[in-house]
């Protein structure tokens, strides 16, 4: 299945191929301060591809907080945030925002909240390495503002 989001000014986009189960995509609404102010609802298949491309990277803000292991990656013109990576082990992994996914039906969404509170370190990593994207591009489409 091939599913696309976008920032709402378009500025981020991408295209996440993946296959879901019967039950729809898994959506995971993280409880963090961060997550719960951006209304991020993230989603990630261990074997899907995602390619992202960014408009104009002087519009691209990365917010990292806590562990430093993963990357918000923020639209500057229009503050949503598609998706958010981690390296781990010279890897980029990723998960994207379902709330910025085009012509998917709410009702296909597998909704859940998760707290990851106290998780430490290495099983943080290792849950990113089972669970995020593993096959993640992102380039840019045009050049940068002058």
Do not use: Y
Request: hydrophobic fraction near 40%; include cysteine.
């Amino acid at each position: 299945m091939q599913i696309s989001g976008h920032c709402q000014c378009g500025n981020i986009s991408f295209n996440l191929e993946c296959s879901p189960g019967p039950t729809g995509v898994p959506a995971r609404a993280c409880v963090c301060s961060f997550c719960s102010v951006h209304k991020c609802v993230w989603t990630s298949f261990a074997d899907a591809k995602l390619a992202v491309q960014i408009q104009n990277r002087e519009w691209l803000e990365r917010h990292t907080f806590a562990t430093e292991t993963a990357e918000f990656h923020i639209c500057k013109q229009c503050g949503d945030v598609p998706f958010v990576t981690s390296l781990i082990d010279g890897n980029l992994f990723a998960a994207v925002n379902v709330n910025v996914l085009q012509g998917l039906s709410p009702g296909f969404l597998q909704r859940a909240q998760v707290d990851f509170e106290g998780e430490g370190l290495d099983a943080r990593l290792e849950r990113r390495r089972q669970a995020w994207i593993a096959d993640v591009t992102i380039t840019d489409t045009l050049s940068s503002v002058a």
